[in-house]
């Protein structure tokens, strides 16, 4: 099964493992490929929602696109609107895909902080001690910056200074966490991540 994300940013690609762990907890069996909906090599990338769904459903044909938008400091609903007006717009255009919404409250970067040995190893310190006190993972959704509390983690983790600090590259840091983590239920305790859950049990059961 094919499946196509539709993010602001490549950075976003850190939430490919955490859908298809989704998928795997719904009983999802057969294979899947993911892909990330990559618009840099073109000459006119879409800017608008419309136009980035649109063309990846052209370029990166699927069963199912998922559609992310950080809450950041809008209500969950109304970033859920905003991605369901955009469909509705892609539809009138003739073209038509099954769609999930992935709306982290308030970043993407929220889903990433509640595995503190997943933080050290993509850091590149996986013995690290030094401590990093963690947020609560209920108190995740309540963080203003959740990138800037990232980032600031895995430069503590990694325990480098000076220069080698500077060359530690916290993008590809980022984009690893999630691929250290091999469980992520602990996310059903955020508002945000369970209605991503129901949204695709409810398509997945709409579908069989």
Known sequence: MRFTLVSDGSSDRALIPIIVWTLRAAGVTVDLQ?????????LNPPTGLVDRIAKAVDLYPCEMLFVHRDAEREALQVRKQEIETAIQRVKQQGIEVPHICVIPIRMQEAWLLFREQAIREAAGNPHGRVQLDLPAIGEL???????????DLLRKAS???????????????????????????ALRQLEAFRAFEVEMAEFLAATH
């Open 34 to 42: 993911p892909r990330w909906a990559d618009f840099r090599h073109l």
């Open 141 to 151: 959704e309540e963080i203003p910056d959740p990138k800037a509390l990232l980032f």
């Open 159 to 185: 325990e480098l200074n000076g220069r080698r600090l500077r060359k530690l590259s916290l993008s590809l840091a980022r984009a690893r966490i999630s691929e250290l983590i091999d469980d992520f239920s």
